[in-house]
């Protein structure tokens, strides 16, 4: 079974400050991990995926996220917050094995303070 | 890149009537699609996985009989909800990939908000 958890339900950064969204996962086999962004009422765009590759990933958006395995941890990352970054963000899990499923976390909202 | 329209953005109907949401790859063929319902605030929890030209895949706790996915062609699959009532009120999403979704990536419409009154 492949499972993520995002820390923080709710963060707040100031516009120009690093943005830090956390995301572990659990998978008992090598994973493939992604991270979404979901604006009001709309689906979801992705931002960056790991498939085994390098294990810092970069995304769009100025978005990044590393891959690391000893702490089973995907967490993403942009130096300078934009007002226009807040947003919903989930983090994703799936791997060959799980017909391709995707495991969404909770979720985690990102407000920008002006 | 690759485009999902899902159709309706947002629909009113009322309990004990029906209601279908269509989700269309645009530009690729989409050999899996997959349904999602999200309540407010919540994540995505995904109800089905449908293969073009096979029966639907239901997660556990997921009504076939309510939820009924047809994926009758490689750019088209539907979700309809039966004999609706207020607690289907949700944002549904469908997502779809060609092929492989680990490699071809996985591509999401809009949403559809269901309210039932």
């Known amino acids: 079974a492949q499972s993520v958890t995002q820390l923080g339900s709710h963060v707040s950064v100031s516009e120009g400050a690093l943005v830090l969204l956390r995301c572990n996962y659990s998978?008992?086999?090598?994973?493939?991990l992604f991270w979404y962004v979901q604006y009001p009422n709309q689906g979801l765009q992705l931002l960056l995926k790991?498939?085994?590759?390098?294990?810092l990933v970069k995304g769009i958006n100025g978005f990044e996220a590393e891959f690391k395995k000893s702490e089973t941890s995907f967490h993403l990352t942009k130096p300078s917050a934009h007002m226009s970054d807040a947003a919903e963000y989930f983090c994703a899990v799936t791997s060959y094995s799980s017909a391709s499923k995707i495991i969404f976390g909770s979720g985690t909202r990102l407000s920008i303070r002006p | 890149g690759a485009v999902v329209s899902q159709h309706p953005s947002w629909v009113i109907c009322k309990s004990g009537t029906s209601v279908k949401i269509e989700c269309r790859s645009l530009d690729f063929q989409a050999t899996t699609m997959f349904w999602y319902r999200q309540f407010p605030k919540q994540s995505l929890m995904l109800m089905a996985t449908s293969n073009e030209g096979s029966k639907a895949t239901y997660e556990q706790g997921v009504e076939k009989d309510k939820f009924l996915i047809n994926h009758a062609s490689l750019t088209l699959s539907t979700l309809t909800v039966t004999s609706a009532h207020p607690e289907d009120s949700s944002f549904y999403i469908c997502s779809a990939s060609e092929g492989d979704g680990l490699n071809y990536g996985y591509t999401f419409g809009s949403g559809t908000r269901l309210t039932v009154v």
């Open positions: 790991y498939t085994s590759a390098a294990t």
């Open positions: 998978s008992s086999v090598p994973p493939y």
